[in-house]
């Protein structure tokens, strides 16, 4: 009565008294009524300071341990945290209400656990994450108690706490519940967000097993809301995935494609130096065709990446493939099927009231035209044809890169909007056959789609673009298709990887017009020194050095090795589907050096084409140049003859460097051919065997008379007895024209009032070379020196020597402890009147070469010998080295004099011969 009247302060006493009695008693019911009422007068009660908890833990002890009865302490449970939460006990509350949940009833401890995680929200200040599990609990009881929409409100409230937080497994399994609560309450749009939520969280630190199950059954249940949805929509409808991942700036797009379904292993590098060679090559071949001015140019790309300025449109033809690299990426820790992958595109005629011009580049920051976006639709087959990707299987975090092609075949604006494909989900199901239960594999599979927006590089042009983030605009994917143009496919495969210094090897290019109209303007230019040659329509293969030439002939002094040539077409136009057949003459350089040579080749279409003034395309070969022999020419002397003319004497050392290449050998020098205005060379009437061994030298003398009249002349001479070779050829002089000797010459020319300084001296040598598969072949070299005259007196150099001898012997030393190896001497007067000669053999001069530790070999028989040689005529001297040892040895051990007025003159051989003796 005085609880109900409000006197709390007498009830407490009253409950106070009796609980003792019950407890005396041992009437545990009413004792635990007696606390629960004892602390509620308590709690009510304003003049009694104490506080009512510890009757209240004491009351629900004994409703549930002595009286049994749970639902008595869920009662009390439920009185006394309202009490504990009207006071503000928020930690002790949430205590009692999770204390209270057991294994049997879900739907009540989900609501206890919703309402403990309602007290940690609370608190000051509030324990966020721990309200967020309490609410997943909550959830998890919910669902198991059949309440769907109590379990998906819980997950909501602490997918908002949880995401974002780095917490990737308890984002996953909130992901995953969320949806398929949804899924079966028949919201679908909060299933698909959830779903693409989970499935474009990417972390490296989630679990692999359950990451595994987890998303392979998110890619099921999200195929089947995708489904439902499509269900409600037009047949034709796609919906936008969240995997694969696309990288946009790294796609790649390729003017000059093929049709080609796939997947490749890397898009192409793009290097800046490559591309402004090839930008150079293209300006010289436009500069040609302009007739030496500069006309305006624009640079033509065929290449569109992330690398590249993307401002302009690319430019393509009807029925010309476009082929693009998307890099995909799957972001999941389990496979990821995609089949019927393809390109979408959108078209849009072109507006004839603005036409196509050449515009000067614009800024990265300006807006280009882009009205015709708003008139594109779907392009049907009709107007553009697709390459499809039938199926493609992602492993886990596997990173793939697509190639796919587009074929336009109207004109107009053409943008590939986005990448297309199903995802395919598998489920494994039984079935029943006659032999029993069998395993099988059930596909679905949902039509998705990815936008394809790359975008330029950043500004940072004005203060705005510093402070934001603008970006430029990036048009690789908005094609602009034009009516029919021709298009080149170049075969380069007859281009040297391999060639030895001076050497000249002939190449045929293939360049076969596949496109649809003729062309014309044909241009050649090339990085690297190389020389145009004949264009036929058929196959065929030009001669390097053709013979029979002219002893000598003049040359247009003005000429000069063209940077890009005109291809003289038969017909003046490369008609579709015709191959032009071209020469170029390699040229493997005067050093050795691994190279890059870039071949480009520059036409115009035969029609105007508005927007397109001319078309390039390029192919890149590596040229690896190896050591062969080296030219040096000797100070040449202007002397005075018997009929008081004058004439030029000298003589160019030839050194076989290649020592240590074993594919190099039987090189033969054949001929000599100055290039002069006032020279012209003269042969010495030398029989001796112009053979350069590995390792050796030979000093070959040359002797020249002063012209009749001044021009530019081009005089040869044989060294071997055979014919000539045909220094009229075009790609002889074009590759003496573009070589450092023809500028030292030109140099020496300009610095020196006398016209006797413009010289430059040709040699040709052919050398046999071993291939793989024991094949071999003649090469063919031309090398190139600049020669100086001088009319103040020098040393005399009367005469020109040379070794002839057999560079390879192998004997047995322990049954002939001695090697007798003959040589031959060769002496050859150049001076215009007799001279007396005294040969030497220096028997105790032997050094031998490396190895250093040898023995000295000796000279046996005749050692001294003198001889009378008439002017312009050679003799030789019979020599015999004894070896007793075996080594490599400089059989140059001997001294050679001239006897003139009472005196001698010295002369040496500029070489080191050697020749290397075997054991066996």
């Known amino acids: 009565i005085s609880f109900l009247l409000q006197h709390y302060t007498m009830a407490y006493s009253s409950y106070h008294q009796v609980k003792r009695d019950f407890q005396n008693d041992q009437a545990y019911n009413h004792y635990a009524a007696a606390l629960e009422m004892t602390s509620l007068s308590l709690f009510m009660g304003s ?124 984002e996953n399994h909130i992901g995953f519940t969320i949806g398929r609560l949804s899924y079966n309450v028949r919201d679908i749009d909060g299933a698909y967000d959830a779903y693409q939520s989970l499935l474009t969280h990417d972390d490296k630190s989630v679990h692999v097993m359950h990451s595994q199950i987890l998303f392979q059954k998110g890619i099921q249940d999200f195929v089947s809301v995708v489904q439902i949805y499509l269900q ?93 690299l998307i890099p995909l990426k799957n972001p999941l820790q389990v496979p990821l099927t995609l089949s019927n992958i393809s390109l979408h595109c959108l078209h849009a005629p072109r507006d004839p009231n603005h036409p196509i011009k050449q515009i000067k580049t614009p800024s990265r920051g300006s807006s280009p035209d882009m009205s015709y976006k708003n008139k594109q639709k779907t392009a049907s087959k009709d107007q553009v044809e697709t390459s499809e990707l039938a199926r493609l299987v992602l492993g886990p975090e596997e990173d793939v890169i697509i190639s796919l092609s587009v074929t336009p075949l109207v004109e107009g604006n053409l943008t590939i909007a986005s990448l297309i494909y199903h995802l395919v989900s598998t489920k494994a199901v039984d079935k029943q056959g006659t032999e029993g239960s069998k395993e099988s594999v059930m596909e679905n599979m949902i039509p998705g789609k990815i936008n394809l927006c790359p975008r330029g590089p950043r500004l940072n042009n004005t203060k705005d673009q510093r402070v934001g983030q603008v970006y430029g605009v990036d048009n690789r994917l908005n094609l602009l298709v034009t ?208 053979v350069v061994y590995p390792g050796a030298s030979i000093n070959i003398p040359f002797r020249a008379e002063l012209a009749q009249k001044e021009s530019a002349y081009f005089s040869s001479v044989s060294l071997g007895g055979g014919p000539l070779v045909d220094t009229s050829a075009d790609h002889v002089l074009d590759l003496y024209k573009r070589s450092q000797a023809c500028c030292e010459a030109n140099k020496n020319s300009t610095d020196s009032p006398s016209p006797h300084y413009n010289m430059g001296m040709l040699v040709f040598w052919e050398g046999s070379v071993s291939e793989e598969g024991n094949k071999s072949r003649i090469l063919h070299a031309q090398h190139h020196t600049s020669l100086q005259a001088s009319l103040v007196p020098q040393p005399e150099q009367l005469l020109s020597l040379g070794l002839s001898y ?66 312009h005529v050679t003799k030789s001297v019979n020599l015999t080295a004894v070896f007793s040892t075996p080594g490599v040895y400089n059989i140059n051990q001997f001294t050679v004099s001239v006897m003139r007025d009472g005196g001698s003159v010295p002369q040496v051989i500029d070489s080191t011969s050697l020749l290397r003796v075997d054991a066996l």
């Open 47 to 170: 003049g009694v300071r104490r506080e009512p908890h510890p009757y209240y833990d004491e009351c629900i002890n004994v409703y549930l341990n002595l009286c049994k009865a749970p639902l008595y302490a869920m009662r009390a449970t439920l009185v006394h945290c309202e009490c504990l939460i009207s006071r503000g006990y928020y930690l002790s509350a949430a205590s009692w209400f999770i204390k209270m949940t057991n294994d049997e009833a879900d739907l009540n401890s989900g609501l206890l656990l919703e309402q403990g995680a309602h007290c940690y929200v609370r608190m000051d200040p509030p324990s966020l994450r721990k309200y967020a599990f309490h609410l997943v609990l909550a959830g998890h009881r919910y669902s198991k108690a059949g309440q769907r929409k109590h379990a998906l409100r819980c997950y909501k409230n602490a997918w908002d706490i949880f995401k974002g937080k780095g917490w990737s497994l308890a």
């Open 232 to 324: 409600s929509q037009p047949p034709s409808t796609t919906v936008e995935l969240p995997i694969p991942i696309v990288d946009n700036n790294r796609i790649y797009l390729s003017l000059f494609g093929e049709k080609f379904s796939g997947v490749v292993k890397e898009t192409p590098d793009f290097d800046k130096a490559k591309r402004r060679g090839e930008v150079e090559l293209e300006e010289r071949s436009h500069t040609l065709m302009g007739g030496g001015r500069i006309p305006f140019f624009k640079p033509s790309q065929t290449v569109f990446s992330g690398d590249t300025l993307n401002t302009f449109r690319p430019i393509c033809a009807i029925n010309e493939t476009v082929t693009v």
């Open 483 to 690: 009516s029919p143009l021709p298009r080149l496919k170049l075969e380069t495969t007859t281009l040297p990887n391999h060639l030895f210094c001076g050497e000249v090897k002939c190449a045929v290019i293939e360049a076969t017009n596949t496109g649809a109209t003729p062309l014309t303007n044909l241009c050649l230019a090339t990085s690297h020194p190389c020389s145009l040659g004949e264009v036929r329509l058929s196959p065929f293969q030009p001669v390097v050095h053709p013979r029979g030439g002219q002893y000598c002939h003049v040359i247009d002094a003005s000429h000069q090795a063209p940077q890009a040539a005109l291809v003289d077409l038969p017909d003046g136009q490369l008609h579709p589907g015709q191959t032009a057949y071209i020469a170029v003459w390699v040229y493997g350089g005067e050093q050795a050096e691994t190279y890059d040579m870039v071949t480009l080749l520059y036409f115009t279409p035969s029609s105007d084409i508005p927007g397109v003034t001319h078309r390039a395309v390029s192919t890149e070969t590596k040229v690896n140049v190896s050591v062969s022999v080296t030219v040096e020419s000797r100070v040449c002397n202007v002397t005075p003859t018997s009929h008081n003319k004058l004439q030029l004497l000298g003589s160019v050392v030839v050194n076989n460097v290649g020592y240590y290449s074993l594919s190099l050998q039987d090189l033969h020098v054949t001929q000599l051919s100055l290039v002069s205005d006032r020279w012209i060379l003269h042969s010495l009437e030398s029989n001796i065997p112009l």
């Open 806 to 871: 057999q560079e390879s012997w192998s004997a047995d030393f322990k049954t002939a402890p001695l090697l007798p190896v003959p040589v031959t001497l060769h002496i050859t007067n150049c001076f215009n009147t007799s001279l007396t000669v005294m040969v030497t053999a220096n028997t105790t001069a032997g050094r031998p070469a490396p190895p250093k530790d040898t023995l000295p070999f000796i000279w046996s028989g005749m050692v001294r010998h003198k001889l009378d040689i008439p002017d």
